[in-house]
C-alpha cells in the first residue's frame, strides 16, 4: 500500500480526484494526512468529510522557509508517507523537503510544461494563442514547474475561450491523469534518467489529434 501525503492550499479538487479513485479501488493507496498554508482551504473539509487527518502549518509561524519545509518533512516522515502530491499548493517548494523526498513529490500544473509555467497557465495560453493547451504532472525540483515529466493531457483552445472556460476543461483532464501518474508510481512503473522518466510496459499510440480539425487531406 502506497502511503500519500497532500499539499493542498485551496478548494482541493484533485485531492477529492485522488480520493474518489482511492475509494473506487482503481488506486491502492491510503493519504496519510494533508497539510495545508491556507485555514479556510475547502481541502479541508473534504479531508473532514473523509475522516483523513489534517495540518495547518503557516510559513510566518516558522523562522524561515527552509524551517518551514523541515518541518513539513518531518511531519509526512513521522506518517510513514511514500509519495507526496501537489494538489493545488501554491508555493514554491525548498530543499529540505525536495532532499527528504527526492523525485518522490509530485505536481499537477494547468499547461503543456515546458510552455507557460508559474501562476495563471490558463490565461497566459489564452493570451499567446495557442490551439492546443492542457495540463502536465511532473516530478518535483528546485525550479518552478521544471521538473521532469511523468504525463501530459492536451485540450483544444478555442477562439472564444477564456481563462475560465479553458480552466474548466484543463481541470476534467487533471483528474484523469493525476491518480494515473500516481498509479504508475505505486505499481513501480516509473524511473527517471536524468529529464526522462521511463514507463514501464508504456503502450504506444499514435494519434493525430488537431486543433481546428484538418479538413479535405
Request: hydrophobic share 40%; with cysteine.
Amino acid at each position: 500500500m502506497l502511503n500519500l501525503g497532500v499539499l493542498a492550499s485551496g478548494r482541493g479538487s484533485n485531492f477529492q480526484a485522488i480520493i474518489d479513485a482511492i475509494n473506487s479501488g482503481y488506486l491502492k493507496a491510503e493519504i496519510k494526512v494533508l497539510i495545508t498554508d491556507n485555514p479556510n482551504a475547502y481541502a479541508i473539509e473534504r479531508a473532514r468529510r473523509h475522516g483523513i487527518e489534517y495540518l495547518i502549518m503557516l510559513p510566518k509561524d516558522y523562522p524561515s522557509k527552509d524551517d518551514y519545509y523541515r518541518a513539513i518533512a518531518e511531519e509526512l516522515k513521522r506518517r510513514g508517507v511514500d509519495l507526496v502530491i501537489l494538489a493545488g499548493f501554491m508555493r514554491v517548494v525548498k530543499r529540505p523537503l525536495i532532499d527528504a523526498y527526492p523525485m518522490r513529490i509530485m505536481n499537477i500544473h494547468p499547461a503543456l510544461l515546458p510552455s507557460f509555467p508559474g501562476l495563471h497557465g490558463q490565461k497566459q495560453a489564452v493570451d499567446y494563442g495557442v490551439k492546443i493547451s492542457g495540463c502536465t504532472v511532473h516530478f518535483v525540483d528546485e525550479g518552478v514547474d521544471t521538473g521532469p515529466i511523468i504525463i501530459q493531457a492536451a485540450v483544444p483552445v478555442y477562439d472564444d475561450d477564456t481563462e475560465e472556460s479553458l480552466s474548466e476543461r484543463i481541470l476534467r483532464q487533471e483528474h484523469r491523469i493525476f491518480p494515473y501518474a500516481i498509479r504508475l508510481f505505486a505499481e513501480g512503473r516509473l524511473s527517471v534518467e536524468g529529464r526522462i522518466v521511463r514507463i514501464k510496459d508504456h503502450p504506444k499510440e499514435e494519434s493525430h489529434f488537431t486543433n481546428p480539425p484538418v479538413e479535405g487531406i
